[in-house]
């Protein structure tokens, strides 16, 4: 299998983590999105969205991350992705409200303002932005820190793909300056959930999130 991506995105870093944890041969195929590379006719070609990751299976071909990470789980039994039908609508709930919620109204923005616009000289973040991301993460970190204050994992005790999908964006707390401090349960979760050696095989080795 070949994943089109890019390292330091959270989508792309967190179906690697899934790979190398389960111990899933993923090659790895860089699209730098730094110079529009999933924008050309071939990229196109694998994903018309022009968005990384895409995931190559032989004739198959899967972009959106949370189902590239569901596809390469299904693969061989695990504990991430339990072959248990109320198990599975659970996870595919959280990758979900991490999708919809999580990363792109929290995460995401905060990220892209603190982080990525340094990086790639975009000028000083959005105030309004900030603000409104900061709201939304605030409102996020407290139904996690509700739900993890009760559990010790998103779906249960085991982790699972949910708990790798919602804790990505967090590698990056300190750059992007997420307000972690309120919310000890998240905190000692995503402190269990970042000591799998997984992330550290597939860590980039660029600073910034894209
Ligand atoms: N929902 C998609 C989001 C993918 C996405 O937004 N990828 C970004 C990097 S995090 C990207 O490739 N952006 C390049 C572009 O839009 O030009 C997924 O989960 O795979």
Request: glycine share 4%; hydrophobic share 45%.
């Amino acid at each position: 299998m070949k994943l089109y991506g890019f390292p330091p995105s959270p989508n792309t870093w967190k179906v690697r983590a899934v790979a190398s944890h389960l111990g899933a041969p993923l090659e790895l195929e860089f699209v730098d999105l730094s110079k529009g590379a999933s924008h050309t006719s071939a990229y196109l070609a694998l994903n018309p969205t022009g968005r990384t990751p895409t995931l190559v299976d032989g004739d198959f071909k899967l972009w959106e991350s949370n189902a590239i990470m569901q596809y390469i789980a299904s693969k061989n039994a695990n504990s991430l992705w339990p072959n248990d039908a109320q198990k599975r609508a659970d996870i595919t709930r959280w990758q979900c409200w991490q999708l919809a919620h999580w990363g792109a109204e929290a995460c995401q923005p905060l990220t892209f303002q603190r982080l990525v616009k340094k990086f790639m000289n975009l000028g000083p973040p959005d105030a309004a932005i900030v603000a409104t991301a900061t709201e939304a993460f605030n409102k996020g970190a407290k139904v996690l820190d509700a739900h993890l204050a009760k559990q010790p994992s998103l779906v249960g005790k085991d982790l699972t793909l949910a708990d790798f999908a919602v804790a990505v964006p967090l590698f990056y707390a300190k750059e992007a300056d997420l307000p972690l401090g309120p919310y000890a349960h998240l905190r000692r979760w995503f402190e269990r959930v970042s000591a799998l050696p997984a992330w550290r095989e597939t860590a980039p080795q660029m600073p910034a999130a894209a």
